[in-house]
């Protein structure tokens, strides 16, 4: 081997080690605050909570590939249009309409994979973002009065959608977290309103803590 070959080998070599240095992965854990929304409805937000684990594969000082596994409540409450309703009045010979309307709450239970992208802007500051996949494992869809219970229902049971956030990490492995998750398919379904997809948009304060870091 002549000189110019062994220092190719070693500055591969050198090389292959530094980024082997700088490549770590350490589990971790989250919970935090949903404050959820259900789009295209009258319905008000609903706060409730997320919990979850991950896994940080850092490929490099500025780069973090993060796949995580959360427990989600969604949803959304409040007053909700219900049909009309018309009344024959006899003194005028015609027909009275009301607007109906009553409440719903309604919770919607989620196990979600994401696939998290988290790019460091210094050593604590970095955004996040990436697509998620959620699966619809409960629905509770409270309606009052209950003689509308028929006309609101869950919609799609999986929901495809993206994640995108800022964070801010302290050396002890605790960091905070603020993300936007917004959904693309039909996660609600209303009768009286059947003129728009009804779409999952969560906004989320949480924390997370991370195993291993000093």
């Known amino acids: 081997m002549n000189i110019k070959n062994l220092a190719i080998v070693t500055f591969v070599f050198f090389a292959f080690t530094k980024i082997q240095s700088q490549v770590t992965f350490r589990p971790g854990i989250q919970a935090g605050v949903n404050i959820s929304k259900l789009t295209a409805t009258d319905l008000d937000s609903k706060t409730d909570f997320y919990i979850g684990a991950f896994g940080a594969l850092k490929l490099g000082r500025v780069y973090t590939l993060q796949p995580e596994l959360t427990y989600s409540r969604q949803g959304g409450k409040g007053t909700a249009n219900m049909g009309t309703t018309s009344t024959y009045n006899p003194a005028t010979n015609s027909y009275i309409t009301t607007y109906d309307s009553g409440t719903v709450d309604a919770s919607l239970q989620y196990i979600s994979a994401l696939t998290i992208n988290k790019f460091n802007f210094t050593e604590s500051f970095y955004a996040l973002a990436g697509p998620f996949a959620d699966i619809l494992i ?77």
């Open 138 to 214: 409960a629905d509770d869809i409270k309606v009052n009065p209950k003689t509308k219970e028929h006309s609101f229902n869950k919609g799609d049971d999986i929901d495809l959608g993206i994640i995108a956030g800022l964070g801010y990490s302290l050396k002890n492995g605790i960091a905070f977290e603020a993300r936007v998750k917004k959904g693309f398919t039909n996660a609600f379904t209303n009768y009286y309103d059947e003129s728009s997809d009804s779409n999952n948009l969560v906004f989320q304060f949480g924390a997370t803590y991370t195993f291993g870091k000093k």
